[in-house]
């Protein structure tokens, strides 16, 4: 009888086991907006929440008589941050931390940044529980893991006005105990940094921002594109691959059709993701 008991005692625990990976999820909103559901807790990142054609075109970068953002938001703009535990602000770029998000976030959400300049600017705009991510931070049972990057390549850092333009901009890794570790890389190219995210956090889950955007002047990117998704995988090989951060803002190249395409072609769909607005990927 003892024997039994202990069975089902185990067998009832792995339900659970089973059941807590199920219900940690990444809901694209749009652009790099995302409401990341994981371990108990719910993150919302880099929100960007105004209307359609609210500001204009970010100038001197590719396609910049268009207006952003570029598509309407998935839902109501209030259910963006409904059961919503923190907020992490990559950086403070228009189209991850957005004059609507400044003026309709609630004040008392804990917004986690990556350094004191980012905490300054965000403070000065009334929010009262501003954290900054120096290597880790706890909440809840997750811990969040500041990574490095490069938003543009050394060139472009070289030139004075768009390298202070670009600026920096973080990555963050969701780890807790029984769940699948994230990795969101944020705004950057493949660098140095990226590889040692992967190698010292080994992370099964990978959210990577591959519009591949342009500034005039420049045949690179400031943030990765369709090849950079292949690289993931051969780096990564059993890691679930989500691919974000296109169709919403000016200067973006890369658009979802052509990184399906790309997957497709390359036989990556079983790893890769390409979400619309709105949709959720579970892991």
């Given amino acids: 009888m003892r024997t039994k008991t202990l069975l089902a005692t185990a067998l009832f625990g792995a339900l659970l086991s089973v059941q807590a990976y199920a219900s940690d999820s990444y809901q694209h909103i749009r652009n790099a907006t995302a409401?990341?559901?994981?371990?108990?807790?719910?993150?919302?990142?880099?929100?960007?929440?105004?209307?359609?054609g609210a500001y204009e075109g970010f100038?001197?970068?590719?396609?910049?008589?268009?207006?952003?953002?570029?598509?309407?938001?998935?839902?109501?703009?209030?259910e963006a941050w409904q059961g919503v535990t923190a907020v992490v602000v990559t950086h403070t770029h228009l189209d991850h931390w957005d004059e609507a998000a400044q003026k309709y976030l609630p004040k008392d959400l804990p917004i986690i940044v990556q350094n004191q300049d980012d905490a300054k600017i965000i403070r000065e705009q009334g929010f009262n529980d501003v954290r900054v991510l120096n290597e880790t931070l706890k909440i809840g049972d997750v811990s969040l893991h500041k990574t490095g990057g490069a938003h543009g390549t050394k060139e472009m850092y070289a030139v004075a006005p768009l390298g202070q333009l670009l600026g920096d901009a973080m990555g963050v890794v969701l780890r807790a105990k029984d769940r699948k570790t994230l990795y969101i890389m944020g705004d950057t190219l493949w660098t140095a940094d990226v590889n040692k995210a992967l190698i010292k956090y080994k992370p099964d889950?990978?959210?990577?921002?591959?519009?591949?955007?342009?500034?005039?002047?420049?045949?690179?990117?400031?943030?990765?594109?369709?090849?950079?998704?292949?690289?993931?995988?051969?780096?990564?090989?059993?890691?679930?691959?989500?691919?974000?951060?296109?169709?919403?803002?000016?200067?973006?190249?890369?658009?979802?059709?052509?990184?399906?395409?790309?997957?497709?072609?390359?036989?990556?769909?079983?790893?890769?993701?390409?979400?619309?607005?709105?949709e959720s990927v579970k892991f």
């Avoid at 409401?35 to 359609?52: N, R």
């Avoid at 207006?67 to 109501?76: D, G």
């Fill in 205 to 278: 889950v990978l959210v990577m921002n591959t519009g591949s955007a342009r500034v005039n002047g420049f045949n690179e990117g400031i943030i990765m594109g369709k090849e950079d998704v292949a690289h993931a995988h051969q780096a990564m090989p059993k890691a679930k691959i989500i691919a974000v951060h296109m169709d919403a803002v000016n200067h973006g190249a890369v658009s979802r059709q052509a990184m399906r395409a790309f997957v497709q072609k390359s036989g990556l769909k079983d790893w890769v993701a390409v979400p619309e607005d709105g």
């Fill in 35 to 52: 409401k990341v559901s994981y371990a108990g807790q719910t993150f919302l990142i880099d929100p960007m929440l105004a209307k359609k």
């Fill in 59 to 78: 100038p001197n970068t590719l396609n910049s008589q268009l207006r952003n953002p570029l598509t309407e938001l998935p839902m109501p703009m209030n």
